[in-house]
């Protein structure tokens, strides 16, 4: 069940770094997801480093750095990406 869950979350990271990037990113939704999961990792880890992995509610600050992640991740594959399939 939590492959399935990573799986969501991915889609929705990766689909909120789409949003936050200007432009037009034509990667595809199984790219997306996947540097979406990435970008949860890696701000999941982040956000433990800082120490405000758990904070009482919702923890906004790790969604930031998952978000951000994420963004970083695709506006640098977007181009690698057009460039191997134009």
Do not use: E, Y
């Amino acid at each position: 069940m939590s492959f399935l869950w990573a799986i969501i979350a991915g889609l929705i990271i990766g689909l909120l770094a789409k949003l936050v990037l200007p432009g037009r990113q034509p990667i595809p939704l199984w790219l997306t997801v996947l540097l979406g999961i990435v970008g949860a990792v890696g701000g999941n880890a982040l956000a433990t480093a800082f120490g405000v992995r758990d904070t009482g509610g919702i923890d906004w600050i790790r969604h930031i750095f998952q978000i951000g992640i994420a963004a970083a991740l695709i506006a640098v594959v977007t181009p690698l990406w057009g460039r191997r399939h134009a």
